[in-house]
């Protein structure tokens, strides 16, 4: 395989200028499966974990540091025979042929050596246990307590009571990894990280990548007139995909999908606010329209005047109280999409006063009633709870009370409610 130098700017949490990289990568498109790789799958922490775990350490007061590992697909020994071109710059004479002992960056398999290596060491030779309901995340028991280990590729954030634990984590990491340690966590995928310790809260939000996303779009100077990024009675439909030559011309001109891509990244990080309004002009993205382009428009303005809008995690729960316990809220339209009548499913899960996950789609079939789609979308919010017992339970915080679900259907209530009375046989 032939390969490329890659340059790169590194810009730090407020833009600044870090670092000027350059690495080499493999032309990772020339592989042939079955010959220079198999595998290529490799899990990365969920979003929902980390929030999650960011709100139980705000309120418990946990130490929370990050470390990063440098030239992280260079750790990996691979397990295939794989040949490359000597790189241009490197002294090989021409037509010289490299065999590759660990892997590199562009190979398919890269991701997935690294992580195979990381894990290898965290649950081998450090002594943590892999969660199942998110096998990047990590629990080891110590005497000061519980420690917590979270991955993202080559991102790891350490989550522990005791700095002195911690710091023997690092020392551990250091020994195997080339490390940077970042101290208390900051800035992680594009999250902004802001801790008040004294009142045990903790805030996560975008404003950079919210800026940046605004000015690429050139939405810096605009300005919403509305208090939600579209307004509540919009609703499309194929009526409003182009017709016309003039209307199929304008739009090619248009950065759509991009848009799209870029918001929602900010709507699955930070933004629940903006992701019901995502979703639905995603629903278009095979053939948007200029009615589809003016509510994206629309969302960029909004955007634009909340960018420092984030999560917040500390606060009470709907009950009053501050204990490790998620409510799930959830909701549904029906009929709402005009093109096939399906209903729209939404739920959010809250836990310290903060959402830790949230989901706005269309449903996958047409319900006959309004009963239905809520129980529908109940569903979907029972899922999402069950899951989060799971991974509290693999946490150690196990739940002792049912998870509260909040449904505002009477007919959907009376259906997921269980019998209150059987009647005696002697009746």
């Known amino acids: 395989m032939t390969t490329k130098w890659v340059f790169k700017i590194k810009r730090g949490e407020q833009g600044q200028i870090v670092k000027f990289k350059a690495r080499l990568c493999v032309r990772g498109f020339e592989q042939v499966l079955g010959i220079d790789f198999e595998e290529v799958f490799s899990p990365v922490m969920r979003h929902n974990s980390l929030r999650t775990l960011l709100a139980l350490a705000a309120v418990h007061d946990y130490e929370i540091q990050q470390m990063y590992v440098t030239t992280a697909f260079l750790h990996g020994e ?32 890269a991701p997935r050596v690294f992580n195979t290596t990381l894990n290898a060491h965290i649950v081998g030779q450090m002594g ?37 634990e911690v710091n023997i984590i690092k020392a551990d990491l250091r020994r195997e990894f080339e490390m940077d340690d970042r101290g208390d966590a900051a800035f992680i995928l594009g999250i902004q990280i802001e801790r008040d310790r004294a009142a045990r809260t903790l805030i996560m939000k975008q404003t950079q990548y919210a800026r940046d996303v605004v000015e690429r779009f050139k939405m810096e100077k605009s300005k919403c007139r509305l208090r939600v990024p579209i307004h509540p009675k ?38 629940p606010d903006i992701s019901y309004a995502v979703s639905m002009c995603a629903s278009y993205m095979h053939n948007p329209g200029r009615a589809h382009w003016e509510a994206v428009k629309s969302i960029l303005a909004y955007v634009n005047m909340t960018q420092a809008r984030g999560l917040i995690y500390g606060t009470r729960d709907c009950n009053g109280d501050m204990l490790d316990k998620v409510y799930v809220y959830v909701d549904s339209d029906h009929d709402g999409n005009l093109n096939n009548r399906r209903s729209r499913t939404g739920y959010v899960a809250m836990l310290h006063g903060g959402a830790i996950s949230w989901k706005t789609r269309l449903q996958e079939r ?18 999402e709870a069950r899951w989060f017992r799971m991974f509290l339970a693999e946490l150690q915080l196990n739940q002792m009370e049912p998870t509260v679900i909040l449904e505002d259907n009477q007919s959907c209530i009376s259906l997921s409610e269980p019998s209150i009375s059987i009647q005696n046989q002697a009746d």
Do not use: H
Request: with cysteine.
């Open 366 to 383: 047409t319900s006959l009633s309004s009963t239905e789609a809520e129980y529908y979308a109940a569903s979907e919010g029972f899922a």
């Open 128 to 164: 943590f246990k892999q969660c199942v309901t998110d096998p990047c995340v990590y629990i080891k028991e110590t005497p000061s307590g519980l420690m917590y280990l979270a991955v993202y590729v080559d991102d790891l954030l350490i989550i522990g009571k005791d700095m002195r």
């Open 234 to 271: 919009t609703n499309f439909s194929a009526e409003d995909c182009p017709t016309t030559p003039e209307d199929i011309e304008y739009m090619k001109s248009v950065p759509y999908r991009s848009a799209i891509g870029s918001l929602m990244y900010l709507a699955t990080c930070t933004r």
């Open 78 to 109: 691979l397990e295939e025979d794989v040949y490359i071109c000597a790189p241009e710059g490197a002294g090989f004479l021409p037509g010289t042929v490299l065999k590759l002992d660990r892997s590199i960056y562009g190979l398919k398999q």
